[in-house]
């Protein structure tokens, strides 16, 4: 009996969408454009997220070692850096690795560190890099106290950093605020195109409530159909953006300031999974609430 009555409500919530072409067309193309620009921003939260984290992973602080520091002395150093508390990894160069980064930054001009082989002037130093942007000024701290007098220079790029910082938290804060009014906007649209279905069969609500339908039974038809637009018109979207991603970030990838900055934007495969999963959850969760808010005004709740 159960089976029946869910085969009933599943029967009724199809009908219901064919029924209404009009209203359901015009429900799915609106649903489907608003599904559309949440995923956009959706995505574009996701890939902030992933550059911060590629930013955190080669952001280093370099800090430099005084010359007339024992080889022993730079070993211990290094090793009491990994101690600090934020940072990531640690990366030794020596004098000789630093000679030879400079002799590639001169390329055709590296006649003019002639000499420098035998009295090597630059310092042997430690790349750090961190596992939060946010200590930067923390782990700056703790470096200066560990390494003491032995220091010779500490180099970050703070401003840098502080800047995308506040960028990616505003892009953020953006975005969640847009994807909020995108939800408000889907359930407003679901809600007036079953509430049309709704105040055409006003009548035949009234008459099952007068033989005795519970208004669980009357409401669940209803819901269905707002979760049949939701889903179609979430895996619509999907279709859609997954060939927009596609060929958007292929040219912004491809583009010569992404490129120099040597920056990856994430696949549409890499986030295929938490998309499916969002915007089905997404579709049934509005069909759900916007077929409740248009029942209201024909049922007791």
Request: glycine residues 6%; proline residues 1%.
């Amino acid at each position: 009996m159960r089976f029946n009555i869910i085969g009933y409500f599943c029967k009724e919530g199809f009908r219901n969408t064919l029924k209404n072409k009009k209203s359901t067309s015009a429900s799915l193309i609106v649903m489907c454009f608003t599904m559309l620009i949440f995923g956009v921003f959706f995505m574009i939260g996701e890939n902030i997220n992933n550059v911060m984290e590629q930013i955190e992973s080669a952001q280093g602080i370099q800090v430099f070692i005084n010359t007339d520091v024992s080889d022993e002395e730079v070993t211990q150093i290094g090793i009491d850096l990994k101690e600090i508390s934020g940072i990531n990894t640690i990366t030794y160069v020596s004098k000789e690795d630093a000679l030879n980064q400079m002799k590639e930054k001169f390329k055709d001009r590296q006649d003019l560190l002639t000499g420098l082989e035998e009295n090597n002037i630059f310092p042997a130093s430690y790349v750090v890099t961190l596992t939060d942007l946010n200590e930067s000024s923390k782990v700056q701290d703790e470096i200066k106290n560990v390494v003491g007098d032995r220091l010779k220079k500490l180099t970050s790029k703070d401003e840098t950093v502080s800047a995308l910082i506040r960028i990616a938290n505003g892009i953020r804060i953006v975005t969640g605020v847009i994807l909020a009014f995108l939800i408000i906007i889907s359930v407003v649209i679901i809600s007036n195109t079953i509430k049309l279905t709704v105040h055409a069969r006003r009548k035949e609500i009234s008459i099952m409530k007068y033989v005795g339908a519970t208004n669980s039974f009357i409401r669940w038809p209803f819901i269905i159909e707002g979760i049949i637009i939701g889903i179609i018109a979430g895996i619509a979207s999907i279709l859609i953006v997954a060939i927009i991603y596609n060929i958007i970030s292929q040219k912004i990838v491809a583009s010569p300031v992404i490129s120099s900055m040597n920056i990856s934007l994430l696949s549409f495969g890499q986030m295929f999974n938490l998309i499916v999963i969002v915007y089905l959850l997404l579709g049934v969760g509005i069909g759900i609430i916007g077929s409740s808010i248009s029942m209201r005004k024909y049922l007791e709740v």
